[in-house]
């Protein structure tokens, strides 16, 4: 069975890892080609976007897929309802890999919204200092707010517009939280704001926003697509792959 990973996390790596040269499996992992150097899964690759869902339908077809596992990153909303969708109009197996979100801990000052517009306006009330981690994309819904100064953490250089008091730094995590908790103090930061990622890997801000009592404006996951199952880890995604055999 020829199965498509849609890839870019750890948990996407570690699972075509996993399944590549396991008998009666063949892995195609696909990265959605934004990140300009990716850490490349086991197996084969395809790298750059399907053409919305006609084309992911198109692509499944002509390339013999039997399932699709959706490993995306937990904010990428619109592919993974293209890969609900054309799962469904094909009648193939789907299922999402989401790993678990955050979990708020004595002495955490979050402050949840729905969305990246309901950041921007929770921000302004909340501090002038404003440490961006919300990767490159996203970073445009903060442009029209001149008052505050905005550190901006991404792989790569964000596009679009910027809010006008910013610096870019560009970096890529892990990180300590000696190393977060130095960054927030040298650049005087008193909001941090982040998206619901989840992993053990972007904890250290976290953590470090923690101990310093800055308030922290997480932005909530989109739900999972309508009539796609959820698991949070890769054994139970394998347990899938195994029944299906």
């Known amino acids: 069975m020829r199965i498509l990973i849609l890839g870019g996390t750890r948990e996407a790596r570690e699972l075509a890892e996993k399944a590549t040269g396991e008998r009666g499996f063949e892995i195609v992992s696909s990265l959605a080609g934004r ?3 990716p850490v ?36 990428a909303a619109t592919m993974s309802a293209h890969a609900a969708e054309a799962a469904s109009d094909l009648g193939l197996p789907v ?13 955490d000052r979050w402050v949840r919204v729905a ?8 921000v302004a ?29 991404a792989i790569d250089p964000p596009t679009g517009p910027l809010p006008p008091n910013h610096e870019i730094l560009l970096a890529r ?11 927030l103090a040298e650049r005087e930061i008193d909001v941090l704001v982040t998206k619901d990622s989840g992993g053990a890997a972007t904890t250290a801000k976290l953590d470090a926003a923690r101990s310093l009592r800055l308030p922290v404006v ?18 139970a995604v394998w347990d899938w792959l195994r029944a299906l055999s």
């Open 95 to 107: 299922i999402q890999l989401r790993r678990p979100g955050y979990r708020e801990q004595p002495g």
């Open 125 to 153: 009330t909340l501090g002038e200092r404003i440490f961006l981690s919300i990767g490159r994309q996203g970073v445009g819904a903060f442009a029209g707010l001149s008052r505050p100064w905005f550190l901006i953490r």
């Open 40 to 75: 490349l899964p086991a197996g084969e690759v395809r790298v750059g976007g399907f053409g919305g869902v006609v084309g992911l339908r198109d692509w499944l077809v002509d390339n013999g897929i039997g399932a699709v596992i959706d490993a995306t990153h937990p904010f």
């Open 173 to 183: 995590g892990p990180f300590a939280v000696h190393d977060e908790r130095r960054l």
């Open 115 to 122: 969305d990246l517009t309901a950041a921007a306006e929770t």
């Open 35 to 37: 990140v300009r150097e």
């Open 218 to 235: 997480m932005i909530d996951r989109p739900p999972v697509p309508a009539g796609m199952s959820q698991v949070e880890s890769v054994a």
